[in-house]
């Protein structure tokens, strides 16, 4: 079976701040991980995905996450907060013999000006 | 820029009224998702389809709640008889099948049900 778990439903920095996300993952095979963001009244948009290529994943928007197999984790950075980076975060994971996507639960980011 | 695009994107109605949400997957994407977002549930997936038929549906409450795909093009989810619990905004996301493949959601259908 597959899951997600994001620790923190709510997270709040500083404007300039390191932004940290955390995603944990079970999976029973190799899994393909992304990080969505919704920013409000939209919908969900890909941030970036991890596909075994490379363990650093950079994205868009400046933040990038590391897929860390011994941790099982995927979490999301961005060097410097922005204002605009305020929104829902979803971790995802889906395996390479499915169409499914098992989403986390969320976070909300705050910036705080 | 291929988006994938729903209608409406608001809609009120009363208790018992049938709600029809529309979904257009982006061309060449051959699997097509629903979701519902709650801010008690979250995200849920309540349908999935590959190549037009359902693969899973289980999310789905069954006496009330229909997916269909009449075509590549279209792809439909409608409550009846909704109620009041069905208020949520729903998603619908598609993309190429499998192996690094993508979701790609459109911007929701916003539902109130009075």
């Known amino acids: 079976a597959q899951s997600v778990t994001q620790l923190g439903s709510h997270v709040s920095v500083s404007e300039g701040a390191l932004v940290l996300l955390r995603c944990n993952y079970s999976s029973s095979v190799p899994p393909y991980l992304f990080w969505y963001v919704q920013y409000p009244n939209q919908g969900l948009q890909l941030l970036l995905k991890y596909t075994s290529a490379a363990t650093l994943v950079k994205g868009i928007n400046g933040f990038e996450a590391e897929f860390k197999k011994s941790e099982t984790s995927f979490h999301l950075t961005k060097p410097s907060a922005h204002m605009s980076d305020a929104a829902e975060y979803f971790c995802?994971?889906?395996?390479?013999?499915?169409?499914?996507?098992?989403f986390g639960t969320g976070t909300s980011l705050t910036v705080i000006p | 820029d291929a988006r994938v695009t729903q209608t409406p994107r608001d809609k009120v109605t009363e208790m018992g009224q049938e709600v029809t949400m529309r979904c257009q997957p982006i061309l060449g994407h051959n699997t097509v998702f629903w979701y519902r977002q709650t801010m008690k549930q979250g995200l849920e997936l309540l349908a999935y389809?590959?190549?037009?038929?359902?693969?899973?549906d289980s999310g789905m409450p069954k006496d009330r709640f229909s997916a269909e795909m009449p075509d590549a093009t279209l792809a439909t989810l409608k409550i009846q008889p909704s109620e009041p619990r069905d208020s949520a905004v729903y998603f619908c996301a598609s993309g190429t099948g499998f192996g690094t493949d993508t979701q790609y959601f459109g911007p929701g259908t916003r539902l109130t049900v009075l």
């Open positions: 995802a994971v889906r395996t390479n013999t499915g169409n499914q996507f098992y």
């Open positions: 389809f590959r190549n037009r038929a359902p693969l899973d």
